[in-house]
């Protein structure tokens, strides 16, 4: 098993899929990396030897943000945008959408799941 910044990867799949399971790391940019250790794309993560391993995370070392450090940066960017109460701040600290998407319906994902609350019956009038 291949151990790259922390995270291990899948033995069984492809390099250019597996470098996606590394936070920060997508298709495209897993391809440019690949493409610098001139390491074949289509190799499978057990068919790795040592040295392409260690050039991969060289590679990954000096030019590149990524797991802890990226997480670390983007909460900073967020907590940033609330301390200066912009608009996007305030919609982060209530845990509604950020980017004009309607709220009545169909923010479930920011918002959570529905709850539904019975509705009281009034006391009648004497």
Same mark, same amino acid.
């Given at each position: 098993?291949?151990? %790259? %910044?922390?995270?291990?990867?899948?033995?069984?799949?492809?390099?250019?899929?597996?470098?996606?399971? &590394?936070?920060?790391?997508?298709?495209?940019?897993?391809?440019?990396?690949?493409?610098?250790?001139? &390491?074949?794309?289509?190799?499978?993560?057990?068919?790795?030897?040592?040295?392409?391993?260690?050039?991969?995370?060289?590679?990954?070392?000096?030019?590149?943000?990524?797991?802890?450090?990226?997480?670390?940066?983007?909460?900073?960017?967020?907590?940033?945008?609330?301390?200066?109460?912009?608009?996007?701040?305030?919609?982060?600290?209530?845990?509604?959408?950020?980017?004009?998407?309607?709220?009545?319906?169909?923010?479930?994902?920011?918002?959570?799941?529905?709850?539904?609350?019975?509705?009281?019956?009034?006391?009648?009038?004497?």
């Amino acid at each position: 098993m291949v151990r %790259i %910044i922390g995270v291990d990867l899948p033995k069984n799949k492809r390099i250019e899929i597996a470098l996606t399971y &590394i936070y920060g790391i997508g298709l495209s940019r897993s391809q440019e990396i690949l493409k610098k250790a001139n &390491i074949d794309p289509d190799i499978r993560c057990k068919n790795l030897d040592d040295q392409q391993v260690a050039k991969l995370r060289e590679i990954l070392d000096q030019g590149y943000q990524l797991e802890g450090d990226l997480r670390r940066f983007e909460a900073m960017a967020i907590k940033r945008l609330m301390e200066i109460n912009s608009y996007r701040g305030k919609r982060h600290r209530l845990g509604l959408p950020l980017r004009g998407q309607r709220t009545r319906t169909n923010a479930r994902t920011r918002r959570g799941t529905k709850k539904t609350v019975a509705g009281k019956k009034k006391a009648p009038k004497k």
